[in-house]
Protein backbone atom coordinates (compact mmCIF):
# COMPACT_ATOMS: atom_id res chain seq x y z
CA UNK A 1 0.00 0.00 0.00
CA UNK A 2 1.27 3.43 -0.51
CA UNK A 3 -0.12 6.56 0.94
CA UNK A 4 0.71 9.98 0.02
CA UNK A 5 0.75 12.74 2.27
CA UNK A 6 1.32 16.72 1.82
CA UNK A 7 3.74 18.29 3.69
CA UNK A 8 2.15 19.65 6.58
CA UNK A 9 0.84 23.33 5.54
CA UNK A 10 2.33 26.15 7.50
CA UNK A 11 -0.40 27.53 9.58
CA UNK A 12 -0.56 29.28 11.99
CA UNK A 13 -3.51 28.93 13.97
CA UNK A 14 -2.53 24.71 13.75
CA UNK A 15 -4.11 21.88 15.36
CA UNK A 16 -1.31 20.11 15.16
CA UNK A 17 1.34 20.44 18.43
CA UNK A 18 3.09 23.81 18.39
CA UNK A 19 6.33 22.51 18.36
CA UNK A 20 5.51 20.74 14.92
CA UNK A 21 3.72 23.61 13.45
CA UNK A 22 6.48 26.10 14.41
CA UNK A 23 9.02 23.96 12.35
CA UNK A 24 6.62 24.21 9.67
CA UNK A 25 6.17 27.07 9.03
CA UNK A 26 10.12 28.35 9.84
CA UNK A 27 10.92 25.75 7.53
CA UNK A 28 8.73 26.15 4.83
CA UNK A 29 8.96 30.30 5.10
CA UNK A 30 12.40 29.37 2.98
CA UNK A 31 10.44 28.45 -0.03
CA UNK A 32 8.55 31.77 0.23
CA UNK A 33 9.22 34.27 -2.95
CA UNK A 34 10.19 37.05 -0.37
CA UNK A 35 13.32 38.77 -0.20
CA UNK A 36 15.41 37.41 3.12
CA UNK A 37 14.50 40.06 5.68
CA UNK A 38 11.15 39.67 5.08
CA UNK A 39 11.50 35.84 5.57
CA UNK A 40 13.79 36.33 8.27
CA UNK A 41 10.96 38.36 9.97
CA UNK A 42 8.26 35.32 9.65
CA UNK A 43 10.53 33.37 11.10
CA UNK A 44 10.70 35.66 14.21
CA UNK A 45 6.92 35.89 13.85
CA UNK A 46 6.59 32.33 14.44
CA UNK A 47 8.77 32.66 17.39
CA UNK A 48 6.43 35.42 18.75
CA UNK A 49 2.94 34.22 17.32
CA UNK A 50 0.95 33.07 20.15
CA UNK A 51 0.70 29.19 18.53
CA UNK A 52 4.72 29.31 18.44
CA UNK A 53 7.03 29.84 21.32
CA UNK A 54 5.07 32.51 21.95
CA UNK A 55 7.96 34.88 23.13
CA UNK A 56 7.15 38.35 23.10
CA UNK A 57 9.71 40.45 21.29
CA UNK A 58 12.08 39.30 18.81
CA UNK A 59 14.75 40.93 18.35
CA UNK A 60 17.49 40.79 15.15
CA UNK A 61 21.15 41.16 14.72
CA UNK A 62 23.23 40.84 11.49
CA UNK A 63 26.42 40.28 11.03
CA UNK A 64 28.41 42.74 8.74
CA UNK A 65 32.01 42.31 8.79
CA UNK A 66 33.86 41.93 12.20
CA UNK A 67 30.81 43.54 13.63
CA UNK A 68 27.33 42.73 15.05
CA UNK A 69 24.65 45.17 14.16
CA UNK A 70 21.42 45.78 15.41
CA UNK A 71 18.23 44.97 12.58
CA UNK A 72 15.17 44.63 13.24
CA UNK A 73 12.74 44.60 16.67
CA UNK A 74 9.59 42.84 15.92
CA UNK A 75 6.63 42.77 18.75
CA UNK A 76 4.54 44.95 20.52
CA UNK A 77 5.23 48.29 22.57
CA UNK A 78 2.57 47.87 24.91
CA UNK A 79 0.41 45.37 26.56
CA UNK A 80 -2.56 46.70 24.95
CA UNK A 81 -0.66 46.68 21.24
CA UNK A 82 0.29 43.04 22.41
CA UNK A 83 -3.11 41.60 22.64
CA UNK A 84 -4.47 44.07 19.19
CA UNK A 85 -0.89 41.91 17.31
CA UNK A 86 -2.42 38.33 18.76
CA UNK A 87 -5.62 38.85 17.49
CA UNK A 88 -4.61 40.35 13.93
CA UNK A 89 -2.14 37.01 14.38
CA UNK A 90 -5.00 34.86 15.30
CA UNK A 91 -6.96 35.11 11.98
CA UNK A 92 -7.96 32.15 10.50
CA UNK A 93 -6.84 31.33 6.87
CA UNK A 94 -3.57 33.94 7.61
CA UNK A 95 -0.63 33.11 4.86
CA UNK A 96 2.33 34.22 4.48
CA UNK A 97 1.24 36.94 2.41
CA UNK A 98 -0.49 38.78 5.54
CA UNK A 99 1.86 37.86 8.17
CA UNK A 100 4.71 39.80 5.98
CA UNK A 101 2.32 42.49 5.16
CA UNK A 102 1.58 42.73 9.18
CA UNK A 103 5.45 42.32 9.64
CA UNK A 104 5.87 45.41 7.50
CA UNK A 105 3.07 47.60 9.39
CA UNK A 106 4.57 46.98 12.67
CA UNK A 107 8.39 48.15 11.59
CA UNK A 108 6.71 51.08 9.63
CA UNK A 109 4.59 52.63 12.60
CA UNK A 110 5.91 55.74 14.62
CA UNK A 111 9.11 55.05 12.08
CA UNK A 112 9.67 52.03 14.32
CA UNK A 113 10.53 53.17 17.89
CA UNK A 114 11.48 49.88 18.88
CA UNK A 115 14.01 48.81 15.89
CA UNK A 116 15.30 52.79 16.05
CA UNK A 117 16.49 51.67 19.56
CA UNK A 118 18.50 48.50 18.38
CA UNK A 119 19.42 49.94 14.98
CA UNK A 120 22.23 52.31 16.22
CA UNK A 121 23.99 49.46 18.52
CA UNK A 122 26.99 47.96 17.36
CA UNK A 123 29.39 45.35 18.90
CA UNK A 124 32.85 44.25 17.57
CA UNK A 125 32.93 40.76 17.27
CA UNK A 126 37.09 40.76 18.69
CA UNK A 127 37.63 38.00 20.51
CA UNK A 128 38.30 39.96 24.10
CA UNK A 129 36.41 41.41 26.23
CA UNK A 130 33.08 39.73 25.12
CA UNK A 131 29.66 40.89 26.35
CA UNK A 132 26.16 39.50 26.20
CA UNK A 133 24.86 39.48 23.72
CA UNK A 134 28.20 39.02 21.46
CA UNK A 135 29.30 36.42 23.72
CA UNK A 136 26.83 33.84 22.36
CA UNK A 137 27.93 34.52 18.24
CA UNK A 138 31.26 34.12 19.67
CA UNK A 139 31.05 30.93 21.70
CA UNK A 140 28.00 29.46 19.79
CA UNK A 141 26.05 28.96 22.19
CA UNK A 142 22.64 29.97 23.48
CA UNK A 143 22.74 31.85 26.20
CA UNK A 144 19.51 32.56 28.89
CA UNK A 145 20.07 35.59 31.12
CA UNK A 146 18.25 36.38 34.21
CA UNK A 147 18.80 39.23 36.15
CA UNK A 148 20.53 40.95 33.73
CA UNK A 149 20.98 43.97 35.82
CA UNK A 150 22.65 41.99 37.89
CA UNK A 151 24.95 40.52 35.27
CA UNK A 152 28.73 42.53 34.75
CA UNK A 153 28.88 40.74 31.52
CA UNK A 154 25.56 42.31 30.06
CA UNK A 155 26.65 45.08 27.78
CA UNK A 156 24.93 48.24 29.05
CA UNK A 157 23.67 49.76 25.63
CA UNK A 158 22.18 46.59 25.24
CA UNK A 159 20.66 46.47 28.62
CA UNK A 160 19.20 49.57 28.35
CA UNK A 161 17.66 49.03 24.65
CA UNK A 162 16.12 45.78 25.76
CA UNK A 163 14.82 46.57 29.50
CA UNK A 164 14.05 43.37 30.54
CA UNK A 165 15.89 41.53 33.20
CA UNK A 166 15.40 38.18 31.39
CA UNK A 167 15.83 37.19 27.38
CA UNK A 168 17.11 34.12 25.70
CA UNK A 169 20.14 34.82 22.73
CA UNK A 170 20.19 32.62 20.21
CA UNK A 171 23.25 32.09 17.59
CA UNK A 172 23.02 32.50 13.82
CA UNK A 173 25.97 30.27 12.71
CA UNK A 174 26.91 28.45 9.37
CA UNK A 175 30.01 26.72 8.70
CA UNK A 176 31.73 28.51 11.39
CA UNK A 177 31.01 31.90 10.03
CA UNK A 178 28.53 34.45 12.19
CA UNK A 179 25.71 35.28 10.54
CA UNK A 180 23.52 37.18 13.33
CA UNK A 181 21.62 36.45 16.40
CA UNK A 182 18.37 36.84 17.61
CA UNK A 183 17.12 37.84 21.00
CA UNK A 184 13.80 36.92 22.29
CA UNK A 185 12.06 37.95 25.98
CA UNK A 186 8.88 37.91 27.45
CA UNK A 187 8.87 41.81 28.01
CA UNK A 188 4.97 41.79 28.78
CA UNK A 189 3.57 38.76 30.30
CA UNK A 190 6.77 38.59 32.04
CA UNK A 191 6.39 34.53 31.51
CA UNK A 192 9.36 33.27 32.88
CA UNK A 193 12.03 31.33 29.59
CA UNK A 194 11.74 27.51 29.86
CA UNK A 195 14.37 24.92 28.86
CA UNK A 196 11.80 23.73 26.56
CA UNK A 197 11.40 27.30 25.04
CA UNK A 198 15.07 26.71 25.24
CA UNK A 199 14.95 24.26 22.76
CA UNK A 200 12.71 25.22 20.39
CA UNK A 201 14.13 28.52 19.98
CA UNK A 202 17.35 27.20 19.35
CA UNK A 203 16.21 25.24 16.46
CA UNK A 204 14.73 27.54 15.13
CA UNK A 205 17.85 29.23 15.05
CA UNK A 206 19.46 26.46 13.23
CA UNK A 207 17.14 26.47 10.40
CA UNK A 208 17.12 30.42 10.38
CA UNK A 209 21.16 30.08 10.16
CA UNK A 210 20.58 27.57 7.30
CA UNK A 211 18.33 29.81 5.44
CA UNK A 212 20.45 33.23 5.60
CA UNK A 213 23.76 30.81 4.33
CA UNK A 214 21.87 29.25 1.92
CA UNK A 215 19.99 32.77 0.44
CA UNK A 216 23.99 33.96 0.93
CA UNK A 217 25.11 31.72 -1.48
CA UNK A 218 22.66 31.82 -3.57
CA UNK A 219 23.33 35.45 -4.06
CA UNK A 220 27.01 34.98 -4.55
CA UNK A 221 26.12 32.03 -7.63
CA UNK A 222 23.98 34.88 -8.93
CA UNK A 223 26.72 37.49 -8.79
CA UNK A 224 29.30 34.84 -10.22
CA UNK A 225 27.14 34.20 -13.38
CA UNK A 226 26.35 37.68 -13.81
CA UNK A 227 30.31 38.48 -14.11
CA UNK A 228 30.59 35.07 -16.13
CA UNK A 229 28.03 36.60 -18.73
CA UNK A 230 29.74 39.93 -18.59
CA UNK A 231 32.85 38.53 -19.79
CA UNK A 232 31.23 36.55 -22.30
CA UNK A 233 29.85 39.58 -23.35
CA UNK A 234 32.91 41.52 -23.20
CA UNK A 235 34.75 39.38 -25.77
CA UNK A 236 32.13 39.17 -28.12
CA UNK A 237 32.01 42.72 -28.75
CA UNK A 238 35.52 42.67 -29.24
CA UNK A 239 34.69 40.90 -32.12
CA UNK A 240 31.95 42.93 -33.14
CA UNK A 241 34.01 45.89 -33.39
CA UNK A 242 37.51 45.47 -34.13
CA UNK A 243 36.34 43.20 -37.26
CA UNK A 244 34.72 46.82 -38.82
CA UNK A 245 37.36 48.85 -37.30
CA UNK A 246 39.85 46.52 -39.50
CA UNK A 247 38.25 47.23 -42.69
CA UNK A 248 37.68 50.97 -42.04
CA UNK A 249 41.47 51.68 -41.38
CA UNK A 250 42.64 49.50 -43.37
CA UNK A 251 40.65 50.85 -46.28
CA UNK A 252 41.31 54.39 -45.27
CA UNK A 253 44.87 54.00 -44.84
CA UNK A 254 44.65 52.80 -48.80
CA UNK A 255 42.91 55.93 -49.77
CA UNK A 256 45.44 58.46 -48.12
CA UNK A 257 48.70 56.30 -48.82
CA UNK A 258 48.33 55.77 -52.60
CA UNK A 259 46.74 57.61 -55.35
CA UNK A 260 43.29 55.72 -56.54
CA UNK A 261 40.63 55.95 -59.14
CA UNK A 262 37.72 57.09 -59.00
CA UNK A 263 36.17 53.51 -59.06
CA UNK A 264 38.25 52.56 -56.20
CA UNK A 265 37.74 55.23 -53.78
CA UNK A 266 33.98 54.92 -54.24
CA UNK A 267 34.65 51.55 -53.62
CA UNK A 268 36.03 52.08 -50.79
CA UNK A 269 33.96 54.58 -49.32
CA UNK A 270 31.00 52.19 -49.44
CA UNK A 271 32.58 49.35 -47.81
CA UNK A 272 33.64 52.23 -45.02
CA UNK A 273 30.09 53.36 -45.03
CA UNK A 274 28.66 49.80 -44.34
CA UNK A 275 31.02 49.36 -41.68
CA UNK A 276 29.98 52.00 -40.11
CA UNK A 277 26.46 50.86 -40.18
CA UNK A 278 27.50 47.75 -38.70
CA UNK A 279 29.20 49.32 -35.60
CA UNK A 280 25.92 51.14 -35.14
CA UNK A 281 23.50 47.90 -35.41
CA UNK A 282 26.39 46.46 -32.80
CA UNK A 283 25.70 49.59 -30.41
CA UNK A 284 22.33 49.51 -30.76
CA UNK A 285 21.44 45.78 -30.34
CA UNK A 286 24.43 45.65 -27.61
CA UNK A 287 22.39 48.88 -25.33
CA UNK A 288 18.67 46.61 -26.12
CA UNK A 289 20.35 43.64 -24.25
CA UNK A 290 22.22 44.94 -21.63
CA UNK A 291 18.49 46.29 -20.94
CA UNK A 292 17.48 43.29 -19.40
CA UNK A 293 18.03 43.31 -15.53
CA UNK A 294 17.76 40.00 -14.74
CA UNK A 295 17.01 41.03 -11.24
CA UNK A 296 14.19 43.03 -11.93
CA UNK A 297 11.13 41.67 -10.11
CA UNK A 298 8.15 40.20 -12.83
CA UNK A 299 5.15 42.06 -13.27
CA UNK A 300 1.91 40.84 -13.80
CA UNK A 301 0.52 41.95 -17.48
CA UNK A 302 -1.40 41.87 -20.61
CA UNK A 303 0.40 39.17 -22.50
CA UNK A 304 -2.55 39.38 -24.97
CA UNK A 305 -2.36 42.55 -25.94
CA UNK A 306 1.85 43.00 -25.71
CA UNK A 307 1.18 39.82 -28.49
CA UNK A 308 -1.73 41.81 -30.10
CA UNK A 309 0.58 44.44 -30.90
CA UNK A 310 3.69 43.35 -32.08
CA UNK A 311 1.17 41.17 -34.51
CA UNK A 312 -0.29 44.37 -36.00
CA UNK A 313 3.15 46.20 -35.99
CA UNK A 314 4.03 43.22 -38.63
CA UNK A 315 1.29 43.41 -40.55
CA UNK A 316 2.78 45.54 -43.50
CA UNK A 317 6.01 43.87 -43.26
CA UNK A 318 4.30 40.73 -43.93
CA UNK A 319 1.87 41.94 -46.39
CA UNK A 320 5.35 43.64 -48.40
CA UNK A 321 7.25 40.41 -48.54
CA UNK A 322 4.36 38.11 -49.25
CA UNK A 323 4.27 35.63 -46.09
CA UNK A 324 0.92 35.08 -44.21
CA UNK A 325 1.01 35.44 -40.33
CA UNK A 326 -2.05 33.46 -38.79
CA UNK A 327 -2.83 34.10 -34.99
CA UNK A 328 -4.35 31.59 -32.46
CA UNK A 329 -4.66 33.63 -29.61
CA UNK A 330 -6.66 32.46 -26.40
CA UNK A 331 -9.42 35.51 -25.54
CA UNK A 332 -9.04 33.98 -21.60
CA UNK A 333 -5.36 34.34 -21.14
CA UNK A 334 -4.73 35.24 -17.86
CA UNK A 335 -2.38 37.86 -16.94
CA UNK A 336 1.30 36.30 -16.70
CA UNK A 337 4.33 37.36 -15.10
CA UNK A 338 7.52 39.61 -16.58
CA UNK A 339 8.61 42.57 -17.85
CA UNK A 340 6.21 43.44 -20.50
CA UNK A 341 8.61 45.74 -22.76
CA UNK A 342 11.00 43.07 -22.87
CA UNK A 343 8.61 40.34 -22.74
CA UNK A 344 7.21 42.62 -26.15
CA UNK A 345 10.73 42.48 -27.38
CA UNK A 346 11.20 38.54 -27.21
CA UNK A 347 7.88 38.41 -29.16
CA UNK A 348 9.27 40.59 -32.04
CA UNK A 349 12.56 39.04 -32.06
CA UNK A 350 10.93 35.48 -32.55
CA UNK A 351 8.42 36.58 -35.12
CA UNK A 352 11.16 38.47 -37.30
CA UNK A 353 13.41 35.45 -37.18
CA UNK A 354 10.49 33.08 -38.54
CA UNK A 355 10.06 35.52 -41.45
CA UNK A 356 13.66 35.08 -42.24
CA UNK A 357 13.22 31.75 -42.09
CA UNK A 358 10.50 31.26 -44.33
CA UNK A 359 10.35 31.19 -47.56
CA UNK A 360 8.15 34.22 -49.42
CA UNK A 361 4.28 32.99 -49.67
CA UNK A 362 4.65 30.76 -46.79
CA UNK A 363 2.69 30.82 -43.47
CA UNK A 364 3.75 31.68 -39.85
CA UNK A 365 1.55 30.59 -36.81
CA UNK A 366 1.94 32.31 -33.87
CA UNK A 367 -0.63 30.53 -30.88
CA UNK A 368 -1.25 31.81 -27.38
CA UNK A 369 -3.02 29.47 -24.57
CA UNK A 370 -3.24 28.74 -21.47
CA UNK A 371 -1.08 25.35 -20.78
CA UNK A 372 -2.54 24.91 -17.39
CA UNK A 373 -3.35 26.62 -14.19
CA UNK A 374 0.34 27.64 -13.32
CA UNK A 375 1.54 28.10 -17.33
CA UNK A 376 0.70 29.79 -20.33
CA UNK A 377 2.45 28.87 -23.67
CA UNK A 378 3.30 30.92 -26.68
CA UNK A 379 4.15 28.98 -30.02
CA UNK A 380 5.91 30.58 -33.06
CA UNK A 381 6.51 28.05 -35.89
CA UNK A 382 7.87 29.19 -39.24
CA UNK A 383 8.06 27.54 -42.51
CA UNK A 384 11.68 27.01 -42.81
CA UNK A 385 13.96 24.00 -43.84
CA UNK A 386 14.53 23.49 -39.40
CA UNK A 387 17.73 23.96 -37.54
CA UNK A 388 20.62 21.11 -37.30
CA UNK A 389 21.38 19.38 -34.03
CA UNK A 390 24.68 21.12 -34.33
CA UNK A 391 23.44 24.24 -34.58
CA UNK A 392 20.64 23.63 -32.17
CA UNK A 393 23.29 22.91 -29.60
CA UNK A 394 24.53 26.28 -30.01
CA UNK A 395 21.07 27.92 -30.68
CA UNK A 396 21.32 30.15 -27.34
CA UNK A 397 25.48 30.85 -26.96
CA UNK A 398 26.26 34.35 -27.67
CA UNK A 399 28.59 33.74 -30.86
CA UNK A 400 26.45 31.66 -32.85
CA UNK A 401 24.41 32.97 -35.64
CA UNK A 402 23.03 31.89 -38.97
CA UNK A 403 22.62 34.97 -40.43
CA UNK A 404 25.21 36.69 -42.88
CA UNK A 405 25.45 40.00 -40.66
CA UNK A 406 23.35 39.06 -37.54
CA UNK A 407 24.63 39.79 -33.91
CA UNK A 408 23.86 36.14 -32.71
CA UNK A 409 22.46 38.24 -29.88
CA UNK A 410 18.58 37.84 -30.28
CA UNK A 411 18.11 34.27 -29.06
CA UNK A 412 20.27 34.94 -26.38
CA UNK A 413 18.29 37.83 -25.66
CA UNK A 414 14.81 35.69 -25.34
CA UNK A 415 16.25 33.40 -23.45
CA UNK A 416 17.61 36.30 -20.55
CA UNK A 417 14.19 37.85 -21.11
CA UNK A 418 12.84 34.06 -19.95
CA UNK A 419 15.15 33.67 -17.30
CA UNK A 420 14.50 36.95 -15.80
CA UNK A 421 10.86 36.30 -14.98
CA UNK A 422 11.24 32.35 -14.12
CA UNK A 423 9.44 31.15 -17.76
CA UNK A 424 11.13 28.68 -20.24
CA UNK A 425 12.05 28.49 -23.74
CA UNK A 426 12.11 25.47 -25.65
CA UNK A 427 12.91 24.51 -29.49
CA UNK A 428 11.35 21.74 -31.58
CA UNK A 429 12.42 21.63 -35.46
CA UNK A 430 12.67 18.82 -37.79
CA UNK A 431 14.74 19.04 -41.16
CA UNK A 432 12.15 20.35 -43.86
CA UNK A 433 9.17 20.70 -41.60
CA UNK A 434 10.22 24.11 -40.04
CA UNK A 435 10.68 24.73 -36.26
CA UNK A 436 8.64 26.43 -33.70
CA UNK A 437 9.46 28.30 -30.63
CA UNK A 438 7.92 27.54 -27.52
CA UNK A 439 7.64 30.08 -24.44
CA UNK A 440 6.36 29.24 -21.15
CA UNK A 441 5.20 32.00 -18.94
CA UNK A 442 3.86 31.42 -15.52
CA UNK A 443 0.20 32.85 -14.98
CA UNK A 444 -0.37 34.98 -12.43
CA UNK A 445 -2.79 33.30 -10.53
CA UNK A 446 0.04 30.67 -9.82
CA UNK A 447 1.72 33.50 -7.93
CA UNK A 448 -0.93 34.26 -6.11
CA UNK A 449 -1.16 30.69 -5.16
CA UNK A 450 2.41 30.59 -4.11
CA UNK A 451 1.85 33.74 -1.81
CA UNK B 1 57.39 35.20 -55.37
CA UNK B 2 56.25 33.94 -52.12
CA UNK B 3 52.51 32.43 -51.54
CA UNK B 4 50.32 33.29 -48.79
CA UNK B 5 46.88 31.49 -48.08
CA UNK B 6 44.93 34.11 -46.60
CA UNK B 7 41.80 32.28 -44.33
CA UNK B 8 38.98 35.13 -43.08
CA UNK B 9 35.00 34.69 -43.50
CA UNK B 10 34.65 38.59 -43.32
CA UNK B 11 34.62 39.69 -46.98
CA UNK B 12 35.62 43.08 -47.12
CA UNK B 13 38.66 41.94 -44.79
CA UNK B 14 39.54 39.40 -47.67
CA UNK B 15 39.17 41.83 -50.18
CA UNK B 16 41.57 44.42 -47.82
CA UNK B 17 44.12 41.78 -46.93
CA UNK B 18 44.32 40.43 -50.78
CA UNK B 19 45.06 44.16 -51.93
CA UNK B 20 47.10 45.33 -49.00
CA UNK B 21 49.49 41.65 -49.44
CA UNK B 22 49.33 41.93 -53.26
CA UNK B 23 50.88 45.32 -52.64
CA UNK B 24 53.87 43.88 -50.72
CA UNK B 25 54.46 41.80 -53.35
CA UNK B 26 53.35 38.72 -52.50
CA UNK B 27 50.96 36.19 -54.19
CA UNK B 28 47.82 35.81 -52.24
CA UNK B 29 44.78 33.24 -52.14
CA UNK B 30 41.89 33.71 -49.83
CA UNK B 31 39.45 31.06 -48.49
CA UNK B 32 36.34 32.11 -46.78
CA UNK B 33 36.34 29.50 -44.34
CA UNK B 34 38.29 25.87 -42.67
CA UNK B 35 37.17 24.04 -45.18
CA UNK B 36 37.94 25.89 -47.85
CA UNK B 37 41.58 26.40 -47.13
CA UNK B 38 42.02 22.66 -46.19
CA UNK B 39 40.57 21.84 -50.11
CA UNK B 40 43.12 24.56 -51.44
CA UNK B 41 46.08 23.27 -49.04
CA UNK B 42 45.30 19.49 -50.55
CA UNK B 43 46.55 20.95 -54.54
CA UNK B 44 48.66 23.95 -53.86
CA UNK B 45 51.89 24.95 -51.83
CA UNK B 46 52.03 27.78 -49.90
CA UNK B 47 55.35 29.95 -47.94
CA UNK B 48 52.69 31.24 -45.50
CA UNK B 49 49.49 31.06 -43.52
CA UNK B 50 47.08 33.61 -41.99
CA UNK B 51 44.31 32.52 -40.03
CA UNK B 52 41.51 33.98 -38.32
CA UNK B 53 39.93 32.05 -35.45
CA UNK B 54 36.08 32.53 -35.06
CA UNK B 55 35.01 31.56 -38.35
CA UNK B 56 31.64 29.74 -39.28
CA UNK B 57 32.20 25.90 -39.65
CA UNK B 58 34.99 24.53 -38.22
CA UNK B 59 36.87 26.80 -36.45
CA UNK B 60 40.66 28.47 -36.74
CA UNK B 61 42.56 26.43 -33.79
CA UNK B 62 40.98 22.92 -35.27
CA UNK B 63 42.45 24.37 -38.51
CA UNK B 64 45.97 24.71 -37.44
CA UNK B 65 46.10 22.02 -35.64
CA UNK B 66 44.71 20.16 -39.63
CA UNK B 67 47.27 22.11 -41.07
CA UNK B 68 50.28 21.65 -38.80
CA UNK B 69 49.60 17.60 -39.42
CA UNK B 70 49.30 18.51 -42.78
CA UNK B 71 52.45 20.92 -43.67
CA UNK B 72 54.45 21.41 -40.74
CA UNK B 73 56.98 24.00 -42.16
CA UNK B 74 54.85 26.34 -43.15
CA UNK B 75 54.73 29.14 -41.03
CA UNK B 76 51.09 30.36 -39.46
CA UNK B 77 50.15 33.95 -38.55
CA UNK B 78 46.91 33.96 -36.24
CA UNK B 79 45.14 36.98 -37.05
CA UNK B 80 42.14 37.60 -34.92
CA UNK B 81 40.03 40.18 -33.00
CA UNK B 82 39.88 37.76 -29.91
CA UNK B 83 42.83 38.82 -27.51
CA UNK B 84 42.14 35.97 -25.22
CA UNK B 85 43.15 32.94 -27.18
CA UNK B 86 46.63 34.12 -26.92
CA UNK B 87 45.74 31.79 -23.72
CA UNK B 88 44.83 28.86 -25.64
CA UNK B 89 47.96 26.75 -25.71
CA UNK B 90 46.41 25.10 -29.22
CA UNK B 91 47.59 28.46 -30.16
CA UNK B 92 50.82 28.40 -29.37
CA UNK B 93 51.69 25.99 -31.96
CA UNK B 94 51.30 29.17 -34.69
CA UNK B 95 54.65 31.46 -35.14
CA UNK B 96 52.56 34.86 -35.01
CA UNK B 97 49.72 35.92 -32.96
CA UNK B 98 48.17 39.21 -34.56
CA UNK B 99 45.21 41.19 -33.32
CA UNK B 100 43.56 43.06 -35.76
CA UNK B 101 43.64 47.02 -35.71
CA UNK B 102 42.82 49.81 -37.75
CA UNK B 103 46.18 49.19 -39.02
CA UNK B 104 47.66 46.63 -41.17
CA UNK B 105 51.46 47.29 -40.36
CA UNK B 106 51.84 44.87 -37.80
CA UNK B 107 50.54 41.70 -39.81
CA UNK B 108 52.91 42.93 -42.57
CA UNK B 109 55.62 43.31 -40.09
CA UNK B 110 55.53 39.49 -38.58
CA UNK B 111 54.82 38.18 -42.69
CA UNK B 112 58.16 39.80 -43.54
CA UNK B 113 59.66 38.80 -40.83
CA UNK B 114 58.53 35.27 -41.07
CA UNK B 115 59.28 34.68 -44.45
CA UNK B 116 62.35 36.28 -44.25
CA UNK B 117 63.58 33.60 -41.96
Given at each position: MIEAYPFLAPDFQSKEPKELSLLSIVSQSFFQPFSVDDNLLVIMTALTSGSGVGFNRAMLFRADGDKLRGGKWLGPRSPEEARMIWEVLSTPGLGYLEIIEHNRWLLSRDADAMTGKIAPLEFSLARDNLTIPVTAVAKNE????????????VDPRFLQAIGVDEFLCVPLLAQGEVLGEIVL???????RIEPKDVKLAGLCGLMAANYIYTAT????????????????????????????????????????NAPADEAKRRRNLEIIRREIRRLENVVYELAHFLKVDPSRRPEPFDLKRELRAVLQEMEPRAAAEGREIRADIDDLLPPVLGDPIAVGEVLRNLIVNAFEASPAGSRIEVAAERRDAAWVSVSVKDAGHGISPEARARLFSPFFTTKERGMGLGLLY???????????????????????????????????AEA | MKRILIVEDEEALCLLYEEELSGEGYDVTTARDAEQALEILKGERFDLIVTDIRMPGRDGVELITQIMGLRKEIPIVINTAYQSYRDDFMTWAADAYVIKSSSLDELKARIRELLAR
Open positions: LLLVREASREPLDNAFSRKLHQRMVEMERMAALGEMAMFITHQIRNPLTAMGGFTDQLLVKRVMDACGGTIEVESEAGRGTTFRLAFRSREEGR | -
